[in-house]
């Protein structure tokens, strides 16, 4: 299973850099992809945030939204049973063997947990100090092109 972070799943709804990209791999993946609520959650709000900044109107920010629920609805997107004792646990122990050396971020690193919590194999991300994370974690690297970008 991968696991994917909400940075590429934006991507999927927001016309970014590398959203060609993203949505080629979103369709020869063959496997639905874990959402938590984590992830929809930094989803709204980075939508939210391009409404605030004048970057979509709200009607664009609706349609996303629902294009979106449609996805997951679709099958795209599925909810796993998530176990957060266990998941901030995993991140704790991520941030105390890895922060000092690689510099990632408490959201970055709550990612990463959650997909060792949900024992996903692959990850998908493209912040490369998250990336790196996620292989110290033991996770292998699925990538939608060929390099990762920096932070």
Do not use: C
Request: aromatic fraction near 8%.
């Amino acid at each position: 299973m991968v696991y994917v972070d909400t940075s590429v799943i934006v991507k999927l709804y927001i016309k970014e850099e590398y959203s060609r990209e993203t949505s080629n791999w979103l369709k020869a993946n063959n496997e639905a992809i874990p959402l938590t609520s984590f992830h929809e959650l930094e989803l709204i709000n980075a939508i939210h945030l391009k409404q605030f900044r004048a970057e979509i109107t709200e009607e664009q920010a609706l349609l996303i939204i629902s294009r979106f629920d449609e996805h997951e609805r679709k099958g795209i997107f599925y909810r796993p049973q998530l176990d957060w004792p266990d998941i901030f646990s995993h991140a704790i122990n991520l941030s105390k063997n890895h922060s000092k050396n690689i510099g990632t971020r408490s959201l970055d690193i709550l990612h990463v947990a959650s997909a060792l919590s949900v024992k996903a194999d692959f990850f998908l991300t493209l912040d490369a100090r998250q990336s790196e994370l996620a292989s110290l974690a033991g996770l292998k690297i699925e990538k939608i092109n060929r390099r990762q970008l920096s932070p």
